[in-house]
């Protein structure tokens, strides 16, 4: 399985992105797949997760701002992000869960004036 994150860049305050991160192989519709962030200095920690049947889960800082979503034919999995902060830049990363983890690269997002 690789994992292929996009749709990072700057962003001002109060703006959005939509992350995307593409899987190859065959087991992503009943994977879980889950976005990630750390930020300099700080530990990797969940954002956002969506299990196979679509169920999510959403970190306090990302609820009501952000949104997952996955789109099986297209083996990808989004994170739309509204109302970015400054304290959303991070390193963002993709994982990929089916009996162990995979991980994307990274993309990075800058939230700054």
């Known amino acids: 399985v690789q994992l292929q994150a996009s749709g990072g860049g700057l962003v001002q305050p109060g703006g959005s992105l939509r992350l995307s991160c593409a899987a190859s192989g065959s087991i992503f519709s009943i994977a879980v797949m889950g976005w990630y962030r750390q930020a300099p200095g700080k530990e990797r920690v969940l954002v956002a997760d969506i299990r196979s049947d679509g169920l999510t889960n959403y970190a306090d800082s990302a609820k009501g701002r952000f949104t997952i979503s996955r789109d099986n034919a297209k083996n990808t999995v989004y994170l739309q992000m509204n109302s970015l902060e400054p304290e959303d830049t991070a390193v963002y990363y993709c994982?990929?869960?089916?009996?162990?983890?995979?991980w994307g690269q990274g993309t990075l997002v800058t939230v700054s004036s």
């Open positions: 994982k990929l869960r089916y009996v162990k983890d995979y």
